[in-house]
């Protein structure tokens, strides 16, 4: 099976939505993260909510807002495995396979699977 996915290697960086979580941060914002809504870099962290709280607006952000995951209620690891998927897998992924492996509908998978394509592009400006 040599299309087989290292799905242990995935679940080694990946363990928890924590991980994905700072991965996200990370790839979003390589130079630290700021507030969506004012540019500012004081932010405090809400680990519970896993949200973001501006020290100067005191508006509240996630790692999904302004991104293709603002509306999806689809776990981060998940979405971090159907990005890896997709891009490992140059050949087609039929959504009804990614739906098996993720363990996910066929309606998110297909959603995801339209969304990769466009990954984290910002919308609109802040
Ligand atoms: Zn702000």
Not at 11 to 19: H, M, Q, R, V
Not at 28 to 54: A, M, S, T
Request: contains cysteine; glycine residues 4%; proline residues 4%.
């Amino acid at each position: 099976m040599k299309d087989s996915l290292d799905t242990f290697s995935f679940y080694k960086k990946f363990p928890n939505e924590k991980a994905c979580e700072d991965f996200i941060i990370q790839s979003r914002w390589p130079h630290g993260v700021y507030c969506p809504h004012c540019g500012n870099y004081k932010l405090y962290r809400l680990e519970k909510q896993k949200r973001f709280k501006c020290a100067t607006c005191r508006k509240q952000f996630s790692v999904r807002t302004g991104s293709v995951l603002a509306k999806s209620k689809v776990p981060l690891q998940k979405w971090l495995m159907a990005t890896w998927i997709l891009t490992t897998h140059r050949k087609a992924f039929s959504s009804v396979r990614l739906a098996k492996t993720l363990g996910v509908t066929q309606k998110t998978a297909w959603f995801l699977a339209h969304r990769i394509r466009e990954p984290f592009k910002e919308t609109g400006s802040v």
